[in-house]
């Protein structure tokens, strides 16, 4: 086997586990001891790990560290055991039986009664932000995510949303802005067929309480984006900007200008123009008394497909 392969079966099998240590195990059967902790030997027993060898497991539990060089998992003995557990972002997701049996849970019983039926409802005055996510979560698991299906399930009360991948058109964006107003956290990765300047211009101008914005390979963009930032969404705190090939380094130094509570910018996968943005900034030291005490953080460098 190629050092190739292992890298990419390493990679494979580290996804694995920040899944089921971050948020799958008690869906996925396992037992979640307080504080996150999974026994060693059920998780490598877990189907999802079967075809790999225990040292592989070991290694990438023992040596994986994230992007930043933090751990991401950890193992301690216990008595006869070993248990290990994600170091962070842990947040598990509710097992849908009853524990010690196999009969579903009555939220689970609704909830899949709803999913199935998501067209007879109207979702728009619902107060549990937290069951609509569940809804939406697991409507786009089982691909029964369109335009008809958001018209149901959006919802004022709603504040984060993900359309990563999703085929947005001028009618999604519609939606969004007539049935989404306290949106704080918006994903739009991916969904390069319809975003512009313009349409992102008319979108914000009703979604005004946006503080993280992921625009990630939204490819048709362009300065005029970064430019209006300011005026768009006042109240910005986080931008994900990676593989936008039509931004410049002048851009990015005014929006940082311009927008007062920006704290974090990721403008990975644009290598031409980082080398132009390192100039860039470095003369805006020059032009923009303070820009130092903004306390504003630039995540740059290639893209790392291993991340997780």
Known sequence: MDEATIMEK????????????????EVEGLAVEEGGWVNL??????????KSQIEFILREITESTSSRGQKRFEIRDESEKKLVRACYSRKFDRSPRHEGSKVLRLMEITLRYVCDNIRNFDLLEFQDEYLMR?????????????????KCVLGKTLTRLSLEFFFVTEST??????????????????????????????????LTKIQYLDLSYCKHLTDRTLLNMHRMCPNLKYLNIMGLPKITGEALVELVRTCPKLRKVDIRDNRSFQTEMAVSMQSAKEVIPKIEDKNITIIYGKFRKDMY
């Open 10 to 25: 390493q990679v494979k099998l580290g996804r694995k586990l920040a899944y089921l240590l971050r948020y799958g195990a």
């Open 41 to 50: 030997s059920d998780l490598c027993q877990h189907p999802l790990l079967a």
């Open 134 to 150: 569940l809804m939406l979560k697991r409507l786009q698991s089982q691909r029964k995510f369109n335009n008809s299906i958001l």
């Open 173 to 206: 964006l519609l939606l969004l802005s007539r049935r989404c107003p306290n949106l704080e956290c918006l994903t739009l990765k991916d969904c390069s067929y319809i975003i512009t300047d313009q349409k992102l211009d008319t979108l914000f101008h009703k």
